[in-house]
């Protein structure tokens, strides 16, 4: 059968005009499935590869582009006879996406970063933050977020650490689904990205990443799958790199046989945007569309799909399960049956800021607290606030997960050179924390000091009731830090402000850790990440005690860089001595990084070199104090354990006690298998079960294949972090078999 030219479907141009008289496939009470099927049936081969081609509307131009496409990630035409909507796609991890303001004077509310969320360990929080942020994208007509990242962070360095959800498969893949489940909520489509093993910016077109099939097993293709059982994405995105010798958008084991095969997963594999490289290899092995082809080094998907086609060098079938895919995952979100509206809806802001507020309270970790030193009190007469435009706002993340944020932009620096130049922009949002400890403490005298000169920070700081120095560490989307020290001099500034006033507090803004030469000399600091639009009241609030932090860290902050599985980025050689830095991020050699590390990601990793870091996974601080007993361990077939929680303290907060689980015999390290967020009031005890995500408790078999939890005694702990057991036992497991 011959396969008409590629161009979107319409009653302009396509000779099949008419409207079918009967669409059975509209009725909502069908399997998904089968209303995929009957609507596939009546499309034509045209219109089937107009399913599989995205356009990226700023680059976009020339025959068969849509012309009703705004500036926004990428468009897939609709299919108007057969009331098929465009899709229309927006950036949006955290919040709908507009980078470099190519939508002049569009908001969006912006949520903490990926990290912070992770760090409230509250998967009701990820569904509402994620249920917001589709929101505002279906108000803004768009119908696909890009969202859903989900990287385990295995560098500390790693650019796009702050997207992401951490160092934790079950903690990722929960937080992740729920944020999914959140967002597809509004009957929009949500992806999960970058599948899989995107974990560093450097070289991200070129590098290869090499794991071993049962590592990448029980690590971040573990988080990926629970994230898909619980979110049930539309669409998953394939990533840039290679891995194990194969790009991941036609790596026939990542797509073919885990995600559809052993997972079962019936929506589409789309491209990320630049990381297609062939039309017959990725067609045959999972690739469903190229997205954004523009940023393609070629239309693969075009003319080049429909020739290979026509010549038999795919067969149809393969076109018609393309196509499937994408209905399959329309339907499946309710795109099909709620289309967006053409034209941009009211938004609730002042509603939606409260929401991401929220989620930057329950974010933020307390680090240090020496003597009691928070909550500061609202009597304070003079405080001291110092460095990081803390006066005008708070500090932002860079790339595609940019938000224009409601309020503007108070500081916006150009890039100058380096691979990010093209889209990046270094962003804080307009929410001054000065601002807000000023309205918490009125009758304090608060001062600014832009901390450009220590020695003046130093004597400003001199006397006061507290000195609280904001310290930024700006990553970005397309580049790794060279470095996790602070950069700037920002040490020396906290060096010379703590020798002049004992009473410092150190608010870090950062995409992620940072080296803490100066911890002995402060007694306070606080990880507040990117905090978001309205991330200066969030610490303000936690400063003073309005809000008490519960915050925990869902990555390790090491004490010296070696002490991480790379002390260095790999292929950042090659950007430092390129004439452009990089900025032709295509143009350096392919490279590998070995994973030596396996599935040991994180605190397992630590725990495996017997290294204490600077501070551990899911340690943080609170105002009360919270007290664990009277452990009841279950085994057999099931790991199940119970126990109390007390709040010992005089103040109302959140707990996280955490199951870790290892195999007596010692053969691997710790793994979190679980874990409960608890809200308890003064002298408040509530019994808590926790059942272990079997998962987590198994190996991966190569040889079954599937996950196999060996029979024998496994020793577990009620912990307050990765490295902070309280209560511990033991209990014999059966055997048993799970599927991969």
């Known amino acids: 059968m011959a396969v008409q030219a590629c161009e979107p479907a319409s009653p302009a141009n396509d000779p099949e005009t008419a409207a079918p008289a009967s669409q059975p496939w509209k009725d909502a009470s069908l399997p998904v499935a089968k209303r995929a099927d009957l609507l596939l049936a009546a499309m034509t081969p045209r219109e089937k590869l107009a399913l599989v081609y995205g356009f990226f509307p700023p680059l976009a131009k020339g025959e068969g582009v849509p012309t009703d496409m705004i500036p926004s990630a990428g468009?897939?035409?609709?299919?108007?006879?057969?009331?098929?909507?465009?899709l229309r796609e927006s950036d949006a991890s955290l919040g709908v996406a507009n980078q470099v303001e190519q939508r002049k004077g569009d908001v969006a509310t912006a949520l903490p970063s990926g990290l912070a969320l992770a760090a409230t360990f509250d998967p009701e929080l990820a569904y509402e933050t994620g249920a917001m942020i589709g929101g505002e994208a279906?108000?803004?007509?768009?119908?696909?977020?890009?969202?859903?990242?989900?990287?385990?962070?295995?560098?500390?360095?790693?650019?796009?650490?702050?997207?992401?959800?951490?160092?934790?498969?079950?903690?990722?893949?929960?937080?992740?689904?729920?944020?999914?489940r959140g967002v597809q909520s509004n009957k929009i489509v949500s992806t999960i990205k970058h599948y899989a093993l995107n974990a560093q910016e450097t070289g991200r077109f070129v590098m290869d990443a090499r794991i071993g099939e049962a590592a990448l097993r029980e690590s971040d293709l573990l988080a990926f799958e629970i994230a898909i059982e619980r979110g049930q994405p539309g669409s998953v995105m394939c990533a840039y790199n290679s891995i194990n010798g194969d790009f991941a958008c036609e790596n026939a084991f990542l797509l073919n046989t885990?995600?559809?095969?052993?997972?079962?997963?019936?929506?589409?594999?789309?491209?990320?945007?630049?990381?297609?490289?062939?039309?017959?290899?990725?067609?045959?092995?999972?690739?469903?569309?190229?997205?954004?082809?523009?940023?393609?080094?070629?239309?693969?998907?075009?003319?080049?799909?429909?020739?290979?086609?026509?010549?038999?060098?795919?067969?149809?079938?393969?076109?018609?399960?393309?196509?499937?895919?994408?209905?399959?995952?329309?339907?499946?979100?309710?795109?099909?049956?709620?289309?967006?509206?053409?034209?941009?809806?009211?938004?609730?802001?002042?509603?939606?800021?409260?929401?991401?507020?929220?989620?930057?309270?329950?974010?933020?970790?307390?680090?240090?607290n020496e003597g009691q030193a928070l909550p500061l009190a609202k009597s304070a007469k003079r405080i001291v606030v110092i460095g990081g435009h803390a006066d005008v706002g708070v500090l932002s993340g860079g790339g595609s997960s940019q938000v224009r944020s409601v309020?503007?932009?108070?500081?916006?620096?150009?890039?100058?050179?380096?691979?990010?130049?093209?889209?990046?922009?270094?962003?804080?949002?307009?929410?001054?924390?000065?601002?807000?400890?000023?309205?918490?403490?009125p009758e304090a005298k608060v001062k600014f000091v832009d901390g450009n000169d220590r020695v003046a920070a130093a004597a400003a700081a001199k006397g006061a009731d507290m000195a609280i120095v904001f310290a930024t560490q700006w990553t970005t989307e397309a580049e790794d830090v060279e470095t996790i020290?602070?950069?700037?001099?920002?040490?020396?500034?906290?060096?010379?402000?703590?020798?002049?006033?004992?009473?410092?507090?150190?608010?870090?803004?950062?995409?992620?850790?940072?080296?803490?030469?100066?911890?002995?000399?402060?007694?306070?600091?606080v990880?507040?990440?990117?905090?978001?639009?309205?991330?200066?009241?969030?610490?303000a609030r936690v400063l003073f005690g309005e809000v008490n932090p519960s915050g925990r860290l869902p990555i390790t902050f090491p004490k010296s860089i070696d002490q991480a599985p790379r002390a260095q980025v790999p292929g950042y050689d090659q950007i430092r001595a390129s004439p452009d830095r990089g900025t032709d991020a295509r143009a350096i050699k392919p490279f590998t990084v070995e994973y030596r590390e396996g599935s040991d990601v994180g605190y397992r990793w630590y725990a495996r070199q017997g290294q204490a870091p600077l501070f551990p996974f899911g340690y943080g601080l609170s105002y009360t104090r919270f007290g664990y007993s009277s452990l009841k361990v279950e085994g057999g077939a099931q790991l199940k354990v119970s126990f109390d929680v007390v709040n010992r303290g005089e103040r109302a907060g959140s707990d996280v006690p955490q199951l870790y689980v290892t195999p007596a015999s010692g053969t691997r390290p710790l793994r979190l298998a679980g874990w409960e967020r608890v809200t308890l009031k003064p002298g408040e005890?509530?019994?808590?079960?926790?059942?272990?995500?079997?998962?987590?408790?198994?190996?991966?078999?190569?040889?079954?294949?599937?996950?196999?939890?060996?029979?024998?005694t496994y020793r577990i702990s009620i912990s307050r972090d990765a490295a902070q057991p309280v209560l511990t036992g033991q209990t014999e497991l059966q055997e048993r078999r799970l599927a991969p």
């Open 685 to 712: 005890k509530r019994r808590v079960t926790i059942t272990a995500e079997p998962r987590i408790v198994a190996d991966y078999d190569l040889a079954q294949p599937g996950f196999r939890v060996a029979g024998g």
């Open 258 to 368: 885990v995600l559809k095969g052993d997972w079962g997963y019936r929506g589409w594999v789309m491209s990320d945007w630049g990381a297609v490289h062939s039309t017959v290899k990725a067609a045959r092995n999972g690739l469903d569309q190229q997205s954004g082809g523009e940023l393609d080094t070629h239309p693969f998907y075009r003319e080049d799909l429909r020739k290979a086609f026509e010549s038999s060098a795919l067969p149809m079938a393969r076109l018609d399960d393309m196509a499937r895919r994408v209905l399959h995952g329309m339907f499946a979100a309710g795109v099909m049956d709620a289309p967006v509206v053409t034209t941009a809806q009211p938004i609730d802001y002042a509603k939606n800021a409260e929401v991401a507020q929220r989620a930057a309270e329950a974010g933020i970790v307390l680090l240090k």
């Open 75 to 86: 468009q897939v035409p609709a299919i108007p006879r057969l009331g098929i909507p465009a």
């Open 527 to 539: 990880a507040a990440w990117y905090p978001g639009q309205r991330g200066g009241e969030a610490i």
């Open 407 to 441: 309020g503007g932009a108070p500081v916006e620096i150009p890039l100058k050179d380096g691979p990010a130049v093209s889209f990046v922009r270094k962003t804080w949002h307009a929410s001054s924390p000065l601002a807000a400890i000023r309205a918490l403490a």
């Open 485 to 525: 020290a602070l950069p700037g001099g920002q040490d020396a500034l906290i060096d010379a402000v703590a020798a002049a006033n004992p009473k410092t507090a150190v608010v870090l803004n950062t995409g992620g850790p940072v080296l803490m030469p100066w911890l002995s000399k402060v007694p306070v600091v």
């Open 138 to 180: 279906r108000a803004k007509t768009f119908n696909v977020l890009l969202s859903g990242g989900i990287n385990l962070t295995r560098d500390p360095w790693g650019g796009r650490n702050f997207e992401y959800l951490g160092e934790d498969p079950l903690l990722a893949g929960t937080m992740a689904g729920e944020s999914i």
